[in-house]
Nanobody, 124 residues
Framework: QVRLVESGGGLVQAGGSLRLSCAASGRTFSNNGRGWFRQAPGKEREFVAAMRWSGTTYYADSVKGRFTISRDNAKNTVYLQMNSLKPEDTAVYYC??????????????????WGQGTQVTVSS
């Protein structure tokens, strides 16, 4: 079973940047890729970005052109580079392991793979 730990969140002004990390341990490549989701207070968890081990990447329309998902195989880590941050990007960000052929829904991810999340706050 893969275990994931997110880090890198913080407080940043609008227009700033942050890089989130999702470090894996255990069966690190036993699934189909990694995804990032976020959840703001009172809202449902929403898809942000995903990467399959083939290298194919996917983004939500709201972050396309501003966020980039990448990986470092040697470190068993997937990153989410977030640029031009907006106040509406404020949320807890989670990573998880893709379980099958889809990637935009929470149910597309291995249930026990979700990390504890990292808070991102963007001030205006």
């Amino acid at each position: 079973q893969v275990r994931l730990v997110e880090s890198g969140g913080g407080l940043v002004q609008a227009g700033g940047s942050l890089r989130l990390s999702c470090a894996a341990s255990g069966r690190t490549f036993s699934n189909n890729g990694r995804g990032w989701f976020r959840q703001a207070p009172g809202k449902e968890r929403e898809f942000v970005a995903a990467m399959r081990w083939s290298g194919t990447t996917y983004y939500a329309d709201s972050v396309k052109g501003r966020f980039t998902i990448s990986r470092d195989n040697a470190k068993n880590t997937v990153y989410l580079q977030m640029n031009s941050l907006k106040p509406e990007d404020t949320a807890v960000y989670y990573c998880a392991a893709i379980s099958g052929g889809y990637h935009r829904r929470v149910d597309d991810y291995v249930r026990d793979s979700w990390g504890q999340g990292t808070q991102v706050t963007v001030s205006s």
